[in-house]
């Protein structure tokens, strides 16, 4: 059963700073130390960690996000005037509205006419915005569709916390339109809002007295992220296996790298026949984990179908199921 009629992706780009944070930096101290946590199941979670990349004194995300936007358009042979919808998210964006997703429209030179949509649905901004534009295509609003996510979380952390060990800054992107290496076949989802407040972005005050957002997670984030983050996403793949006659080894996993821990649990559960990413080098890139690491790998995609698995809060799980059809 494939509803994409002949929707795929066409190219992908990618951005990272050049700054190197490893596992020794003394901004680190505290939580290696053991001074704050949400108890030792966080400590637990949150492991593998090698390198990250951050954003220097006065750098900005916006640039990120425009350059993968830029590779991707060029590796699709796609001209900015011939984006019909611009997707993504720009998180934290310097203004609370609009989202810098406008900037990137702006700095890419994309036409009057381009629909600007921004999604702010952290970590599964950027599968959203690859089935949203599915669905648009597919429905003939539009021609092609580029998406684009990037973060700057390392800026919004508390380094007193386990989870800001993984945190990394980066941008990815994907163009979509008919045809394409890799074919959008289906999708499945699965939301558990009545843990909707178990973690998120919040205001947090500084030294300074100044109001910063803030990432946390509550005890009861961490035991939604164990139960429903490591069991959900197998089940909700062996579903899609099932309903289109696949079999797992046939399947290689892009996920969200939230820690190598969660990755290892998916990877067992589901023994698929690869698994592509990029947290060893870039850490947890947040809602452009998934678009970085297609555009790193997409040369060592061989099996037939690809999975999508993107984690976020609110809290939800959203899977989508590719068909490769050639070379990326």
């Not at 062996?238 to 289109?244: D, N, T, V």
């Not at 060592?300 to 990326?328: C, N, P, S, Y």
Request: aromatic share 6%; hydrophobic share 40%.
């Amino acid at each position: 059963m494939s509803r994409g009629r002949g929707v795929g992706f066409l190219g992908f780009g990618h951005a990272v700073p050049p700054h190197v944070r490893t596992n020794d930096d003394p901004i680190f101290r505290e939580v290696r130390e053991g001074a704050r946590g949400n108890g030792v199941s966080e400590a637990e979670l949150f492991t593998g960690m090698r390198e990250r990349r951050y954003l220097g004194p006065g750098e900005r995300l916006e640039p990120l996000m425009a350059e993968a936007g830029r590779q991707a358009l060029a590796r699709a042979g796609v001209a900015p005037g011939q984006v019909d919808r611009l997707y993504g998210y720009a998180t934290v964006s310097e203004m609370h509205t609009p989202n810098a997703l406008f900037s990137v429209h702006r700095d890419l030179g994309l036409p009057a006419h381009t629909l600007v949509l921004p999604i702010n649905s952290e970590f599964t901004n950027f599968v959203t915005g690859c089935l949203l534009a599915w669905e648009a295509i597919a429905m003939g609003h539009g021609a092609h569709a580029l998406v684009v996510c990037g973060g700057n979380w390392t800026r919004h952390m508390d380094y007193r916390n386990p989870h800001s060990l993984v945190s990394g800054d980066g941008a990815g992107a994907a163009v979509l339109g008919r045809g394409g290496a890799l074919e959008l076949v289906d999708h499945a989802v699965h939301t558990r809002s009545d843990v909707y407040e178990a973690m998120g972005m919040r205001s947090h005050a500084t030294d300074t007295g100044l109001s910063v957002p803030t990432y946390a997670i509550a005890a009861e984030g961490v035991r939604a992220f164990m139960e429903l983050g490591m069991n959900e996403p197998p089940r909700l793949i062996a579903a899609l296996l099932e309903r289109h006659g696949l079999r797992a080894e046939q399947l290689t996993l892009v996920t969200h790298q939230a820690s190598r821990r969660l990755m290892d649990q998916w990877k067992n559960a589901i023994q698929p026949g690869a698994y592509l990413d990029t947290f060893d080098e870039y850490g947890n890139l947040g809602l452009a984990s998934i678009p970085v690491t297609l555009s790193r790998h997409a040369e060592r995609l061989t099996t037939d179908h690809v999975a999508l698995i993107a984690l976020g809060t609110g809290i939800h799980v959203l899977v989508l199921l590719l068909r490769r059809t050639g070379g990326v």
